[in-house]
């Protein structure tokens, strides 16, 4: 019972800090033309072959449900719309975060074989090297691993790593392989939703359990008496795993976005190109290189030493070329850039992390005093992460401050519902100047999916016919560039 609390009560300390960081510190706020357009526009929760995001199950349904819960639970509660929303996105979020760690923390204790108390501290330093690993001395909007440029992409990027990290650690601790899936049981039924909606999640997240279970199966080949037959019908779930993951696969490739991702330059060239700039980034340009090495230096001890260990950590060291080269290839065909993004990465940084702590839970199982000095890691993590001489990024475009889309939101809502209050069927408000494409991030094209939006949420009475006209004094009212 003692350390059934101790779980739960660190379980709710990250929960509670999560849910400060994103609804104080860097809130997710409601801003530019997609998050406009996703959080009412709801759709069925199946894959659709040709559609514009074919397999984004999770996110495009997600998403509109945590805005229904903003507008109809807290915002009774809270009294303001924007508010409401960022503290249900926030709560959203924080769930994923807690409950990803929590799964690493029972990883730590049933594999890595460490008490209670060093497993739940490894947790909070797991959970700290998210915000670490891009942090630079003394500088201004340094990025981080939950960060990425707006609140709809939390939930088509950020919540699909987590959900999909999280199954690893899972995977990792249970053989599902052995009579999970044999009856219909309350586990085996959520454990089926879960990998069904991490699948149908976003290629770029994936990938991530796609890959570990990949390796997992290759590690249970035994060459000298190999049977196809008998080793499919041994580990059946993981095969059936791959197959529903190369049909996501599919289903992207087919769908409007893929095909609107066209290059005239040459596909290998453009994977070249995409190498040149992934694998720098990667290796020189973020803290991830120093736990590399720390673990590396451990890993011949390891070898020795602890042979169950051993084969936990190898299968984490072969991942990590195996989702360099996915992501190459990917992005190759897609974007460039993506490739850069932290939202992107986060699959990478989260094997380094488990190989790390790994390599670092080993000498704690070697040397048990050492424990004590893994509070103050965690401590001095923690102090350096948010010192005064430097400042994490806001999660929104262009960097913008949280303050300022709050504030260029309710301009936005306060003329729609002026308009509806009086009796109007149709209005023309002011946004700030964007790009000069189509506006973006206030595109000429969001007035529609705001009054949609608005409407859903019973913040008007009708829809509106709402038309977008650019002001650039309004960025100099609000400080945007």
């Not at 919540?159 to 009579?179: C, Q, S």
């Not at 570990?212 to 290759?218: A, D, N, Q």
Request: proline fraction near 4%.
């Amino acid at each position: 019972m003692k350390n059934f609390s101790f779980d739960i009560m660190t379980g709710t300390l990250i929960f509670i800090a999560m849910f400060v960081f994103f609804s104080q510190v860097h809130p997710i706020v409601l801003f530019d033309g997609d998050d406009w357009n996703v959080i009412s526009d709801a759709r069925v929760g199946l894959p659709k072959w040709g559609g514009w995001n074919p397999i984004k199950v999770m996110p495009e349904t997600l998403f509109p449900i945590c805005g229904y819960f903003a507008a109809y639970v807290v915002l009774p509660i809270v009294g303001d719309y924007l508010t409401a929303f960022t503290l249900a996105a926030a709560l959203t979020v924080s769930i994923f975060i807690a409950a990803y760690v929590w799964l690493f923390v029972k990883l730590t204790e049933n594999v890595f074989k460490l008490d209670k108390l060093s497993a739940n501290i490894l947790g909070v330093i797991f959970l700290l090297l998210h915000f670490a690993v891009f942090l630079k001395h003394n500088t201004q909007d340094n990025l981080y691993l939950f960060h990425t440029t707006d609140a709809d992409c939390y939930f088509n990027y950020v919540l699909p790593n987590l959900l999909n990290a999280a199954l690893v650690l899972f995977v990792a601790r249970v053989d599902v392989t052995k009579k999970f899936f044999e009856r219909v049981t309350p586990a085996a039924l959520t454990l089926f939703f879960v990998l069904y909606l991490a699948i149908f999640s976003n290629v770029l997240s994936s990938c991530v359990l796609a890959i570990y279970v990949f390796v997992e199966l290759m590690s249970r080949v035994e060459l000298k008496k190999f049977n196809l037959r008998k080793f499919f019908a041994a580990n059946k779930t993981l095969f059936v795993l791959l197959i529903f993951w190369l049909i996501s696969l599919l289903f992207e490739a087919n769908g409007g976005r893929a095909k609107s991702m066209t290059h005239e330059a040459s596909y290998f060239g453009l994977v070249i190109d995409t190498a040149a700039m992934l694998i720098p980034s990667l290796l020189f340009d973020n803290r991830g290189s120093a736990l590399m090495i720390f673990a590396i230096v451990t890993l011949p001890f390891l070898w020795r030493a602890d042979k169950e260990l051993w084969r936990v950590v190898k299968k984490f060291l072969l991942c990590l070329p195996l989702w360099a080269a996915y992501i190459i290839l990917v992005t190759a065909r897609a974007d460039l850039t993506y490739a850069l993004r932290p939202d992107v990465q986060f699959g990478f940084f989260f094997f380094v992390f488990v190989i790390f702590l790994t390599t670092l839970g080993f000498w704690l199982k070697k040397f048990p005093r050492a424990a004590f000095i893994v509070p103050i890691l965690a401590f001095g993590l923690f102090t350096w992460i948010f010192s005064g001489k430097r400042t994490l990024c806001p999660s929104t475009f262009n960097h913008v401050p949280e303050s300022i889309c709050v504030e260029v939101s309710q301009h936005i809502i306060n003329q729609i519902v002026a308009a509806d209050r009086a009796g109007l069927s149709e209005v023309t408000i002011t946004v700030p100047k964007g790009d000069d494409v189509d506006n973006y991030p206030f595109p000429l094209y969001m007035g529609q999916n705001i009054s949609r939006t608005l409407h859903a949420h019973g913040m008007i009475s009708h829809r509106l016919e709402v038309k977008i006209q650019p002001d650039a004094t309004l960025n100099e009212r609000f400080n945007l560039p």
